[in-house]
């Protein structure tokens, strides 16, 4: 491919970049169908052949037009970004605009041709906002909770608490059926999820979490932790410096909340997880970095039960690489 297209992407329009042979075109648009046909037209004025398109993986707005883009036989790259922001710093980028970021990532991919993008499952992308709409849920439920625990004054304001979490607690109940139901739907879900639920720490609604971020497309247990922001970090440094190693946090937010609690129980009921926990604490690892590690190590089982396609046996797992 000679042309690389940067895109980067807001909530009402995104501003790309064009990069053919040499030349640079540039032009906003906006974010929604009639932009992205809008975007197709213009492209092609100037590059009739397969291009490859870079854009950050912001929050949900990029969505639209990588599914837009790639079912069109466009490669598609969805960057952390960080990456980019790093790649800006090396270039001693000062001006931080659309027109500039949307060209930073053109440059980016014509530089380092990122991996291509890879749209889930339909059935895989439905799950993840379940189970998403889900996660918001209960975080409301936590947010207003506490201020109804804080003992407001008024009694209309405690009234009106305590009938928001009532109905909260209804859409919850809601969700959770709706994604039972999702996962028993689709055969290849039903079949996944109940690999996953083998796994002691495991239950059904993080086995829904888990493949609603579609942790079943990567190729390593490596990978997969790195994208959840589960590798540690070391800072050490000549004889002086020799920080604490810390989780990056750099990747899926979302599976690192989702594995918090599960990680806890399998510390306890996982023979895996519980032996690799007990050597960590007898070397004198931090109670926070044994978590860490012991949610990374959960992940890494996860992934060795779904490419397996076998249930959970600690037997096989502990000779395997993960």
């Known amino acids: 491919m000679s042309a690389v297209l940067g895109i980067d992407?807001?909530?009402?329009?995104?501003?790309?970049?064009?990069?053919?042979?040499?030349?640079?075109?540039?032009?906003?648009?906006?974010?929604?169908?009639?932009?992205?046909?809008?975007?197709?037209?213009?492209?092609?004025?100037?590059?009739?052949?397969?291009?490859?398109?870079?854009?950050?993986?912001?929050?949900?707005?990029?969505?639209?037009?990588?599914?837009?883009?790639?079912?069109?036989?466009?490669?598609?790259?969805?960057?952390n970004p960080s990456r980019t922001s790093h790649f800006a710093r090396s270039k001693m980028a000062r001006n931080k605009t659309d027109a500039v970021d949307s060209a930073l990532i053109a440059e980016y991919c014509l530089a380092q041709r990122p991996e291509a993008w890879v749209p889930p499952l339909p059935e895989v992308r439905e799950l993840q906002a379940l189970v998403r709409h889900l996660e918001a849920l209960q975080g409301l439920r936590t947010q207003q909770s506490n201020r109804l625990q804080a003992c407001p004054p008024s009694s209309d304001v405690r009234s009106s608490l305590e009938s928001l979490l009532a109905h909260v607690d209804e859409q919850i109940e809601d969700i959770q059926r709706k994604i039972r139901e999702h996962v028993d739907q689709h055969p290849g879900l039903k079949e996944q999820s109940a690999l996953l639920e083998s796994i002691p720490g495991i239950g059904q609604i993080t086995a829904a979490r888990l493949l609603g971020e579609n942790i079943q497309q990567f190729t390593s247990a490596r990978a997969l932790t790195a994208y959840a922001g589960l590798t540690p970090r070391q800072k050490v440094s000549g004889t002086s410096v020799h920080g604490r190693s810390r989780l990056c946090k750099t990747g899926n937010q979302h599976l690192r909340r989702d594995l918090f609690f599960p990680a806890m129980v399998a510390m306890r009921y996982n023979p895996l997880v519980a032996a690799f926990c007990r050597r960590l604490r007898e070397r004198g690892k931090h109670k926070m970095a044994v978590v860490g590690a012991a949610m990374r190590k959960l992940l890494a089982i996860a992934f060795g039960v779904l490419k397996s396609n076998r249930p959970f046996d600690p037997h096989i797992l502990q000779r395997s690489p993960i």
């Open 9 to 79: 992407v807001a909530k009402e329009t995104y501003h790309a970049t064009l990069l053919v042979e040499g030349r640079r075109f540039n032009r906003t648009f906006n974010n929604r169908g009639s932009g992205f046909a809008e975007l197709c037209h213009w492209v092609r004025k100037h590059y009739s052949g397969q291009l490859l398109v870079g854009m950050e993986a912001t929050g949900r707005y990029w969505e639209g037009l990588a599914y837009y883009l790639h079912e069109r036989g466009h490669v598609v790259s969805v960057i």
